[in-house]
Nanobody, 123 residues
Framework: QTRLVESGGGLVQPGGSLRLSCAAS????????FGWFRQAPGKEREGVSC????????NYADSVKGRFTISRDNAKNTVYLQMNSLKPEDTAVYYC????????????????WGQGTQVTVSS
């Protein structure tokens, strides 16, 4: 029962913050890098951030660098995305994904995907 479950999305005003969580189960989290992706209506899916198996490597899309922070707690089987200074263009469904890889790569083919959580940034 491999599963990734995102939570923490919601409606916030521009400049606000949200923390997304991705709870993983059914596989050995320690062997996987994780990524956060998002897709806005009518747009292509975009890689937001990823983190390596030990947290030593992270990558961010230019559009979120300096505002978002990815982290993981392997003991809790959970990956987080702290989102600060949110902008209307951050509005999207955010997906968590797991990749059987030592390092993270937003261009990789991820093995497992969650159902997504809606983030809406609007005044």
């Amino acid at each position: 029962q491999t599963r990734l479950v995102e939570s923490g999305g919601g409606l916030v005003q521009p400049g606000g913050s949200l923390r997304l969580s991705c709870a993983a189960s059914g596989f050995i989290v320690d062997y996987y890098s994780f990524g956060w992706f998002r897709q806005a209506p009518g747009k292509e899916r975009e890689g937001v951030s990823c983190i390596s198996i030990n947290g030593g490597n992270t990558n961010y899309a230019d559009s979120v660098k300096g505002r978002f922070t990815i982290s993981r707690d392997n003991a809790k089987n959970t990956v987080y995305l702290q989102m600060n200074s949110l902008k209307p263009e951050d509005t999207a469904v955010y997906y968590c994904a797991a990749d059987l890889s030592f390092r993270c790569d937003l261009g990789a083919a991820y093995d497992y995907w969650g159902q997504g959580t809606q983030v809406t940034v609007s005044s």
